[in-house]
């Protein structure tokens, strides 16, 4: 019967897993059901899905039929192979034993099947004198002497060693091994400093804002001695810098202090190391710094005041003064512009040049102003700039410009009318 026969579908999942069920009725009445994927898969994070597709009837009771769907994710090759970690230092004895791996490299890799497959090989990086006493197992990532090396007077070998996967384009990593080959001598520590940023090869840069804690610089110290004799101990003696361990023969220098490039802008710090051999060995390695400017200090002026004396009547572009300010900055951070600062609807007679120096744009009258009053305005063409101010004060001395003139009588001539009085001793008038 219809209702019997009215079938609705219901897809059962987990809650978040990536599918929906799409369901679409044919021109025959027949439903075509598809199961539709929502989002990407990571094979990494889950491989298999288990799904159920319910089909439930009109019936009453209701009668259903269970279709269960499991899925599995194919791998495909979207993960590089991962060394345990990129640096190993490692240190043997020149007797080594040829049959006995030097170490074992271990690697992972997330991808299966060939994508997760690993074969190790030597990078063309790697010095053909080292390859010459080394050999490399492709399959387990085994290191071996060869059978008739003799690793003679060099101390440290460098190996690049290459982990490629076996995908479609396959992945790979890079991870380097030192070999550090022991002899029964008692030698000085080796120093190898390699500095974050540097502006040739013995000296560090830092920015005087630099943050405490900031990282400078490595240091590598290689003893290949056997025993008390290749145990060593580093530190340096300035306290603007700190020399933190990073393990065995590894440590790293911080910035302990703030820098100021104005009050010291170089440091040569020795780094001292010395193994527990009897008698101990020393080694001694300069650390050089040099702290780089910022924009970090405002121009500041000589004076909070200049003081000028001109005297009126004088040419235009006759000098009046000159103001000066300080930066300690460098190059641009430390380069000044000068310029008045003009009031609203004041006209200053004045004119500065970018150097500071004072001249009038007109001849003055002192009768007219005998003190101008204004500020001058310096600042730096650092990033973000920085400014100063000052006042200056220009009086102007007289020069005898103006002839004396009555004010009264105010006619020439003038006729004064008095009466004869001999005994009286007053003014007649005052001129």
């Not at 090989?121 to 197992?137: E, G, I, Q, R, W």
């Amino acid at each position: 019967g219809f209702q019997n026969s009215l079938i609705q579908y219901k897809l059962k999942s987990k809650n978040g897993e990536p599918f929906s069920l799409s369901v679409s009725k044919r021109a025959d009445g027949i439903s075509s059901l598809k199961i539709v994927l929502k989002e990407s898969l990571d094979r990494e994070i889950k491989d298999t899905y288990l799904l159920q597709v319910i089909a439930k009837d009109g019936g009453s009771p209701a009668k259903q039929g269970v279709l269960n769907i499991n899925i599995s994710i194919i791998d495909v090759n979207d993960n590089p192979p991962v060394f345990s970690k990129p640096l190993y230092n490692i240190s043997i004895q020149s007797t080594h034993h040829k049959s006995k791996p030097i170490i074992v490299l271990s690697v992972t890799d997330a991808d299966s099947g060939e994508n997760g497959k690993i074969t190790f090989h030597l990078s063309p990086k790697t010095s053909d004198l080292a390859k010459s006493y080394f050999l490399l197992n492709e399959t387990s990532g085994n290191i071996f002497l060869r059978e008739y090396s003799n690793l003679g007077k060099k101390k440290t070998y460098e190996l690049f060693i290459e982990a490629r996967d076996g995908g479609s384009p396959p992945f790979s990593s890079i991870a380097t091994v030192l070999v550090n080959v022991i002899n029964q001598h008692n030698n000085p520590p080796f120093i190898d400093i390699q500095y974050v940023s540097a502006i040739s090869d013995n000296t560090a840069t830092i920015f005087e804002d630099n943050k405490i804690g900031s990282f400078i610089a490595y240091v590598m110290v290689t003893d290949n001695d056997v025993g008390q004799n290749g145990q060593v101990n580093c530190h340096i003696k300035d306290d603007t810098f700190k020399l933190q361990s990073m393990g065995s023969k590894e440590y790293k220098i911080l910035l302990n202090k703030p820098v100021d490039r104005e009050t010291q802008g170089h440091y040569n710090i020795p780094v001292s190391c010395q193994d527990k051999g009897l008698p101990p060995l020393k080694s001694v390695k300069t650390l050089s710094i040099q702290v780089m400017d910022i924009n970090d200090v405002q121009p500041q002026f000589t004076k909070d005041t200049f003081q000028f004396f001109t005297y009126e009547n004088k040419d235009k572009d006759f000098p009046i003064g000159f103001v000066n300010a300080t930066d300690p900055d460098l190059g641009s951070a430390g380069q000044l512009t000068y310029s008045l600062l003009r009031k609203e609807k004041s006209n200053l007679p004045f004119l500065i040049t970018s150097y500071g120096f004072i001249s009038a744009t007109m001849s003055l009258d002192r009768e007219k102003q005998d003190v101008y009053k204004f500020e001058v305005f310096v600042k730096d063409n650092g990033s973000p700039s920085l400014n100063d101010t000052a006042n200056v004060v220009v009086e102007i001395l007289d020069q005898n410009d103006n002839a004396p003139y009555f004010t009264y009588p105010s006619s020439d001539p003038y006729t004064l009318n008095v009466q004869y009085h001999p005994q009286s001793k007053s003014d007649i008038t005052v001129l």
